[in-house]
């Protein structure tokens, strides 16, 4: 990649990490803050709950004013937004109210970032599936790590403090973005081959596989967990075993699984970034799909390290596809509406996968959380279909 490849990825990549970081404090430290309030579990995840609809809902404006400003004013407002509010958060932590406002503001801040930042990479970076690659990449790292340095800042200093950090880690974001210059990108792009292949049939398709694909990734992050903590005894008692003395709760262990899945799919990530440079990205998108209906199915049979063995595989391919499909967006839509394409896919995404929780709770309820996997298995070989329309109705296409 060149410079400005590079200074961009700079700016997405450290806004990725704390779109999801931001999002994630909250609950690593929640039963400690139901403590500091006095306020049981349920009302006090209700503070959260306007942070997490306007991450998702306000997905769509913020593109849509990406594409008429640009992503560099958006960023910054996203940064000095986020990170305000997090200070406002520490300050009022012991106001239920005030926090709540404030956690509402961090959410609404916090949806600037994906269509305003893959926007700009599909616009602006040179090599659009490895520049998505890298960027989903540090994205993971905030799903990974988010709960684990907000729980470790929370143990040494307390619930305020954890917010004190969130909001100096956003003003840090506008120091990355003073390294890029002002000048816009061209508000035209073509594909290697010279033709625009942007296709709003093609995209209306790809709407679709991504609804499918967002009720998939919420059902399996909502459930291993669990399913790792009910079936993985035998995981739980050899750590024991070897921390004897040390009072570790199979939750932690479960935790502990999960953030590792989430760094595994890192190399998804990667592997998909590359495999979308050099091959069809229809095909890409069908192939890492395809990978995951084997495990899919297999994973509520089984218990411990298999059970393991299959949650990556399955985790691998499913985080793997999104730099791919993140390049497929570029391709079938025009520049000038690339933010907004993506305000499009992460409220239909965040929205309709939200529906993923009350299927879940449906299927646990009359066949049992091993049912669960093999239920968002057949909600991915819809998907699959899905994508062999995509395939029908447009053209190769590379990244």
Known sequence: MNFSDRSILTITCYGHFL???NMLVFPAILLPLSARLGLDMSATLDLAFWMYLLFGLTALPWGMLADKF?????LAL????AGGCGLAAAMLVDSPLGLKLSLAGIGLFSGIYHPAGLGWIACCVSRTSSGMAVNGMFGNLGLATGPLLAGIVNWVWGAQAVYICLGLLNFAGIAFLLQV????????????????????????????????????????????????ELNGSG?????????????????VVATVITSGLYLIGMLGQYTGGRAGERFDLRLNYLFFHLMTLPAAFLIGLMTDIPLVLL????SFFLLGMQ???NTLV???????????AYGMKFILTFGVGALAVKMIKMVEHNWGIEAVFPSLGIVSLALVGAIGVLIVVTPRMRS
Do not use: Q
């Open 235 to 251: 995981i739980f008692a050899a750590v024991s075993g070897f921390f004897k003395g040390t009072e570790i709760t199979s939750n």
């Open 181 to 228: 210059g002002s000048k816009s990108c061209a508000s035209t792009k073509k594909t290697a081959t010279g033709v625009d292949t942007a296709s709003w049939k093609g995209f209306a398709v790809l709407l679709i596989c991504m609804m499918l694909g967002g009720v998939v990734y919420r059902g399996a992050t909502v459930t291993l967990p669990a399913l790792f």
């Open 19 to 21: 779109s999801h970081f």
């Open 311 to 314: 949650a990556t595989i399955h």
């Open 323 to 325: 730099p791919v499909e």
């Open 330 to 340: 570029a391709r079938l839509t025009p520049p000038s509406l690339h933010s907004s």
């Open 70 to 74: 640009g992503p560099r004013p958006m």
């Open 78 to 81: 996203f940064y000095f937004g």
